[in-house]
């Protein structure tokens, strides 16, 4: 088990591109999760998927966000004509559901995105 | 919005010391989680509560889990510079498919010095 694996680790931009990151969950786990965290703040929710299906969204994603998680493994963030407001820590998380009504998210280390 | 308030949001002791953390909710949540986040990482789960009035050790770290499952506090015996971190809490409720959705709290940074 190598835990959750995410790349770039940091990622600098300038305003108006189009940047990607993926998530490569812990093998098994069916379920992943996008989270974003600005300085000083816990982390917010973005998206949800279960295997395949992006089963919800938050409305902190735009239109300008989208994510994918093609095979039901891995995954990818990709933010279009990216803004200033769009610095943060991205955060991915993945877990079984094993547990029943709780669940514990395994996080991965994150991708540092700055934007100029 | 956040719907979980830390206090104190920043907290510089001295090794050796005890110190609290509060989280305070205005929602009723399925479950209450505390993680600890160093610099350039992710979260690390420490502990989940779920009933309230519940309370949990680990090592010199102790939860609780309020009556009516709204706040929680995380008590730290004798820190040691190895606790330094920002602690958050979480509350977990359930959405779409079977997943949890974390919503968390505004954290609180804490710094042990020798």
Same mark, same amino acid.
């Given at each position: 088990?190598?835990?959750?694996?995410?790349?770039?680790?940091?990622?600098?931009?300038?305003?108006?591109?189009?940047?990607?990151?993926?998530?490569?969950?812990?093998?098994?786990?069916?379920?992943?999760?996008?989270?974003?965290?600005?300085?000083?703040? *816990?982390?917010?929710?973005?998206?949800?998927?279960?295997?395949?299906?992006?089963?919800?969204?938050?409305?902190?994603?735009?239109?300008?966000?989208?994510?994918?998680?093609?095979? *039901?493994?891995?995954?990818?963030?990709?933010?279009?004509?990216?803004?200033?407001?769009?610095?943060?820590?991205?955060?991915?998380?993945?877990?079984?559901?094993?547990?029943?009504?709780?669940?514990?998210?395994?996080?991965?280390?994150?991708?540092?995105?700055?934007?100029? | 919005?956040?719907?979980?308030?830390?206090?104190?949001?920043?907290?510089?002791?001295?090794?050796?010391?005890?110190?609290?953390?509060?989280?305070?909710?205005?929602?009723?949540?399925?479950?209450?989680?505390?993680?600890?986040?160093?610099?350039?990482?992710?979260?690390?789960?420490?502990?989940?509560?779920?009933?309230?009035?519940?309370?949990?050790?680990?090592?010199?770290?102790?939860?609780?889990?309020?009556?009516?499952?709204?706040?929680?506090?995380?008590?730290?015996?004798?820190?040691?510079?190895?606790?330094?971190?920002?602690?958050?809490?979480?509350?977990?409720?359930?959405?779409?498919?079977?997943?949890?959705?974390?919503?968390?709290?505004?954290?609180?940074?804490?710094?042990?010095?020798?």
């Amino acid at each position: 088990d190598t835990g959750v694996s995410q790349d770039p680790r940091h990622k600098i931009t300038k305003r108006g591109q189009n940047v990607t990151f993926r998530c490569d969950p812990i093998s098994e786990h069916n379920r992943l999760y996008w989270y974003r965290q600005t300085l000083g703040q *816990g982390p917010e929710f973005l998206t949800y998927f279960q295997n395949e299906a992006q089963l919800e969204k938050s409305r902190l994603l735009s239109d300008r966000f989208s994510a994918e998680r093609p095979k *039901g493994s891995f995954s990818t963030l990709e933010i279009q004509r990216t803004e200033q407001g769009d610095s943060a820590m991205y955060l991915c998380a993945s877990s079984s559901g094993a547990q029943g009504w709780t669940d514990t998210q395994y996080f991965g280390p994150g991708t540092r995105l700055t934007v100029l | 919005t956040q719907l979980l308030e830390q206090s104190p949001q920043f907290l510089s002791i001295q090794e050796g010391e005890n110190l609290t953390v509060y989280c305070n909710s205005s929602s009723v949540f399925s479950s209450l989680q505390w993680y600890r986040q160093e610099p350039g990482e992710g979260p690390v789960l420490l502990v989940t509560v779920v009933t309230g009035g519940e309370v949990k050790k680990l090592k010199r770290l102790t939860f609780q889990f309020g009556d009516a499952r709204k706040d929680s506090s995380l008590h730290i015996t004798a820190a040691q510079p190895g606790d330094t971190g920002l602690y958050l809490c979480a509350g977990e409720r359930g959405i779409t498919g079977g997943g949890n959705k974390l919503t968390f709290g505004t954290g609180t940074q804490l710094k042990v010095e020798l």
